[in-house]
């Protein structure tokens, strides 16, 4: 488990060729996410990992695969990253839990 204020990456899924990945940011200690932050349809009563990303943007441990910056470097190897904005992540998960259209993921 990182150490508050280490360097963790962010990924929300991958494949054999390429990572979506919401980005590289800080580790900034367990929090209850906001009630609009949805795990599995439902809102996150827990406290969950909190992590900074250096657009200035929060994405929770239940949102994403997350670890130290060297370890999950090391995850995606040669592997292309596709950068992923969580924001729109957000809005596209609300609407697919909602039963209303879906936006593709980017």
Excluded: H
Excluded at 23 to 36: C, I, T
Excluded at 52 to 76: H, N, R
């Amino acid at each position: 488990m990182p150490k508050v204020g280490e360097r963790v990456g962010a990924i929300m899924s991958a494949d054999k060729d390429e990572v979506r990945m919401f980005g590289w940011g800080v580790y900034r200690g367990d929090e209850v996410p906001p009630k609009d932050i949805l795990f599995m349809g439902l809102p996150m009563a827990r406290a969950n990992p909190k992590i900074e990303l250096e657009d200035g943007k929060t994405v929770f441990g239940c949102e994403s695969w997350w670890g130290p910056e060297d370890a999950v470097k090391k995850a995606i190897g040669k592997r292309k990253i596709v950068m992923v904005d969580i924001d729109a992540e957000r809005k596209r998960a609300k609407q697919a839990s909602a039963g209303g259209e879906q936006e593709p993921a980017q």
